[in-house]
C-alpha cells in the first residue's frame, strides 16, 4: 500500500526537468500513504517519471523498494495496494527474474508477457502506472471497484499529463486548483469520473497514452443474468457457493509480513469477517498476517478486532454488540471513542485527506477509528465494504426488487407503465421517501421524471445539495439533473435485459461506493494514518458470484416467497418485512451469533443534530462565515446563514428541517476546509463535463 506519482509527456518531447525535479515534493504530500521509503525513476527517453512511497506490508526489505524498472531498463512501474495470488503467479512465470518476495513485482512480470491484458490476470485492490519506453505507451489503471485512488490532470502550460493517488500531490506540480461547480451541483463527482476541482479526473479502469492520444478503456464490468432465465440452482447449492468463496476471500487476504487486524462493528458484514477469521485460524492454523493467534502470552496473541463507539445517547453506537460478537469469538475488542469534541477536532484533517465534501460526520469516525490500529503497531486491516451493494443490504432497493417480482407476474418487462403506477411499488417508494425526508434527505426526486424507470437513482440524489444554495452566477440557468448523472451510469448495459434490483445494485456500485463510499469511509481515512484496508467483499472471485444469483435469495427470504408469493398475486408485505442479504446471513451463520445473523440492517452514520453552543455547533461557525463563503464563489452567503441558523436552533419544529441544514452546512464547511487547505481560486461560474474519448 503506498503512494504514486507519475507524469508522461503527451507531446513526446523530453520532460523538463522544473517538472520532474518536483516530484519529490509531490511525494512529500504523500507520506502518509507511504513512510517507510521512497524512490524516484525518469525513463532513459525523459519522456515519463514515476515516483513511489512505500508502506511496506508484503517483502519488509529494500527489495520491495520501488519503482519497479525491467532489466533492460525499458519499462517501468509503480504500485499501490495489493495483489493476492501473487505465489501462483511467479509459479505462472518462470522466466521472470523476481528479485523480491514483494507482491507488486508480479504486476510487472505480467505485464512483461501479456502487455495491458495483464490487468486480467490480478486479483486485489490497486492502482498502477506503468511506463513501457519500447513503444512510449503509458498505462494508469485501477482495480475492478475503484477501491484504489488515481486521478490524473492535464497541465495546459507543459503539456504534460500528471497521475496522483491524491489530488493533493499536484499541488508541488504547478497545479491551480479551481471549482468544478457543475460538478458540484449535478453531484458528478460521486458517480463518474469528475471530481470536485476542474480539469482533475478520477482514471475509470484504465487510460492508455500514445503518441498524445489518451484512450479509455474497459477491462471488465459487473454482469447478471437475464431476467428471464430461471436459475436450477438449489438454495442450498447457492448459499454454499458463496459460503466457499468468501473464506477464500479472506483466507487470501490474511497473508501479509506485518500483523493483520480486523475493523469489527455491529454488523453482519465485519461480524462474518471475524468469524470466517477465526474459524481458519482455528481449523487450518492461519496466521493474522506475521502474527500467530493464540492465547495472550508467549509468541502468540489473540485476533485484534477495532471498533468505535459513540456516545450511547445517539442511539448509534454498536459498540456493545461489537463486544459480545468479539467476546463470542474470543478475540481481543479496542475501542476508539468518540465524543462530539473528539468529531470536531478531527473533521478539517478529515476533510483534507478525502478531498471532497459529505453530508455526514461518519467519516470523521472512520478518520478516528484507523488511527486506533496504527498506534498499536497494525498497518493491515480487513473491512466490510462492497456487501450491501452485492447482497442488496440498504433498504432503498425495496422498490425496485418489487418491478421485478411484479413484471415476473404479469409476463411482462419491469419498465412498463402499469408496474410503475403499481400500488405496491408506490407504497414501497413512498417508505423510502419518507425514511429519506426523516434524516434529511431531499424526497422531491422521486416524483421527478426519470430517465429510466427506478428509485435508486432518485435516492442517491437525495443529499445533493439544492439549487437555491448556489449563486445565479454559478448556476448560469438551470442546473443540471442529478437523477440524469445518476442514471447515465446504466448507458450503454443491457440494465433492461436484467432484474431491475440487479440494475439498482449496478447503478449503486458504479456510482455511490466507488466514488464515494470508498473514499471518504475506505482508504482515504485510513490510509491518512499509514493503515491499509482489505475488502473481502469485493474480491472479483466472489462477487462475480454473488451478482448472478437470483434477487430473492439476496433481498427476500426464500420461505417469505413461499408465504406472500406476488407470482401468485399474493401481497408481499411492508419493506420492513424484507430480510435484507439472506444468502449472506445462511452462508455466514456457522461463523457469527444468533443475534448478528437476526439483526437488521442499520447503516453506519454519526449522529446528526448537535446542541446549540457545543463543539461541533462552534467547529462549523468558525469556518462557515461570510467571508470563507463568498471566497467559494459559488454558495449564496444568505441562504447558507438561514440554514446555520436552522441547523442548531433549538426551537426548531421540524427535526427533519433541522437534519437538512446541518448537512447542507457540514457540506458548506467541507468545502471551505478544501478551499483553504488546497488554496482553490473562488469560482467564476460553471464548468463543462470534460470526457476522456473512447
Not at 520532474?20 to 513512510?35: E, F, I, Q, V
Request: overall charge negative; some cysteine.
Amino acid at each position: 500500500m503506498c503512494g504514486i506519482v507519475a507524469v508522461v509527456s503527451a507531446s513526446g518531447a523530453p520532460l523538463a526537468p522544473a517538472l520532474t525535479g518536483s516530484l519529490d515534493a509531490a511525494l512529500d504530500r504523500l507520506t502518509h500513504r507511504g513512510p517507510d521509503s521512497r524512490g524516484i525513476h525518469l525513463s532513459p527517453d525523459r519522456r515519463a517519471a514515476l515516483a513511489h512511497c512505500r508502506l511496506s506490508i508484503n517483502d519488509l526489505s529494500p527489495a520491495g523498494t520501488q519503482p519497479l524498472v525491467s532489466t533492460d531498463g525499458k519499462v517501468c512501474a509503480v504500485v499501490n495496494g495489493e495483489i493476492y495470488d501473487y505465489d501462483a503467479h511467479r509459479a505462472a512465470l518462470p522466466a521472470y527474474p523476481f528479485q523480491s518476495t514483494s507482491d507488486s513485482e508480479v504486476v510487472l512480470a505480467l505485464y512483461l508477457a501479456h502487455g495491458p491484458a495483464a490487468l486480467e490476470h490480478l486479483r486485489g485492490e490497486f492502482s498502477i502506472c506503468i511506463y513501457d519506453g519500447r513503444n512510449g505507451t503509458f498505462i494508469a489503471a485501477r482495480d475492478r471497484y475503484g477501491i484504489k485512488p488515481l486521478f490524473w490532470r492535464r497541465d495546459v502550460e507543459s503539456g504534460a499529463i500528471m497521475f496522483g493517488a491524491e489530488m493533493k500531490a499536484f499541488l508541488p506540480l504547478a497545479w491551480e486548483p479551481e471549482w468544478d461547480v457543475e460538478s458540484i451541483a449535478d453531484g458528478g463527482w460521486g458517480q463518474d469520473e469528475r471530481t470536485v476541482f476542474k480539469g482533475v479526473q478520477k482514471v475509470g479502469q484504465y487510460l492508455c497514452i500514445q503518441a498524445g492520444r489518451i484512450e479509455s478503456h474497459t477491462y471488465w464490468d459487473l454482469s447478471y443474468p437475464v431476467v428471464s432465465v430461471d436459475d436450477p440452482r438449489s438454495d442450498e447449492e447457492m448459499v454454499l457457493g458463496v459460503r466457499e468463496r468468501l473464506v477464500d476471500a479472506v483466507r487470501a487476504r490474511l497473508v501479509a509480513d506485518v500483523p493483520v487486524g480486523i475493523y469489527l462493528s455491529g454488523g453482519i458484514d465485519s461480524a462474518s469477517i471475524a468469524g470466517i477469521a477465526a474459524h481458519l485460524v482455528k481449523t487450518e492454523g492461519k496466521c493474522m498476517g506475521s502474527v500467530s493467534v493464540g492465547d495472550a502470552g508467549g509468541d502468540t496473541e489473540p485476533i485484534r478486532c477495532f471498533t468505535i463507539a459513540f456516545d450511547s445517547s445517539s442511539g448509534l453506537n454498536e459498540s456493545d454488540i461489537a463486544e459480545r460478537t468479539a467476546e463470542h469469538l474470543g478475540v481481543n475488542l479496542t475501542k476508539a471513542l468518540m465524543s462530539e469534541s473528539s468529531l470536531a477536532d478531527d473533521f478539517e484533517d478529515a476533510v483534507y485527506h478525502i478531498e471532497h465534501h459529505t453530508h455526514d460526520l461518519n467519516f470523521v469516525g472512520k478518520y478516528a477509528l484507523s488511527r486506533l490500529p496504527r498506534k498499536l503497531g497494525y498497518k493491515c486491516v480487513l473491512t466490510g465494504e462492497g456487501s450491501d451493494e452485492h447482497f442488496a443490504g440498504y433498504p432503498l432497493y425495496g422498490p425496485d426488487f418489487l418491478r421485478g417480482e411484479i413484471a415476473a407476474k404479469n409476463g411482462g418487462g419491469w419498465a412498463d407503465a402499469d408496474i410503475e403506477e403499481s400500488p405496491l411499488v408506490q407504497d414501497a417508494e413512498d417508505s423510502i421517501r419518507d425514511s429519506y425526508d426523516a434524516i434529511g434527505g431531499d424526497g422531491r426526486y422521486f416524483s421527478y421524471p426519470r430517465q429510466v424507470p427506478l428509485s435508486t437513482p432518485a435516492a442517491m440524489a437525495g443529499f445533493n445539495p439544492p439549487p437555491a444554495l448556489f449563486t445565479p452566477q454559478a448556476a448560469g440557468g438551470p442546473l443540471p439533473d442529478p437523477v440524469a448523472v445518476v442514471a447515465r451510469r446504466l448507458t450503454g448495459t443491457p440494465f433492461r435485459k436484467w432484474h431491475p434490483l440487479h440494475a439498482a445494485l449496478y447503478t449503486w456500485t458504479r456510482g455511490h461506493l466507488a466514488n464515494q463510499f470508498l473514499s471518504c469511509l475506505g482508504d482515504r481515512v485510513e490510509m491518512a494514518h499509514s493503515v491499509e484496508a482489505r475488502t473481502p467483499f469485493l474480491d472479483h472471485k466472489l462477487t462475480e458470484y454473488v451478482n448472478h444469483l437470483p434477487p430473492r435469495v439476496k433481498l427476500w427470504h426464500p420461505a417469505a416467497l413461499a408465504a406472500s408469493d406476488i407470482r401468485k398475486g399474493a401481497n408481499p408485505g411492508e419493506p420492513s418485512e424484507y430480510t435484507e442479504k439472506w444468502a449472506l446471513r445462511e452462508a455466514a451463520k456457522p461463523f457469527i451469533t444468533a443475534e448478528i445473523y437476526e439483526r437488521r440492517k442499520h447503516a453506519y452514520t454519526a449522529p446528526s443534530t448537535w446542541p446549540s453552543g457545543g463543539p461541533v455547533h462552534a467547529l462549523l461557525a468558525r469556518l462557515v462565515t461570510r467571508p470563507n463563503v463568498d471566497r467559494l464563489g459559488f454558495l449564496q452567503w444568505e441562504e447558507v446563514e438561514r440554514l446555520l441558523d436552522v441547523a442548531f436552533d433549538d426551537q426548531e419544529t421540524s427535526t427533519r428541517e433541522v437534519v437538512r441544514a446541518w448537512r447542507l452546512v457540514v457540506m458548506t464547511a467541507c468545502w471551505v476546509v478544501l478551499s483553504q487547505r488546497f488554496d482553490v481560486r473562488p469560482a467564476n461560474g460553471r464548468t463543462s463535463n470534460g470526457q476522456v474519448s473512447n
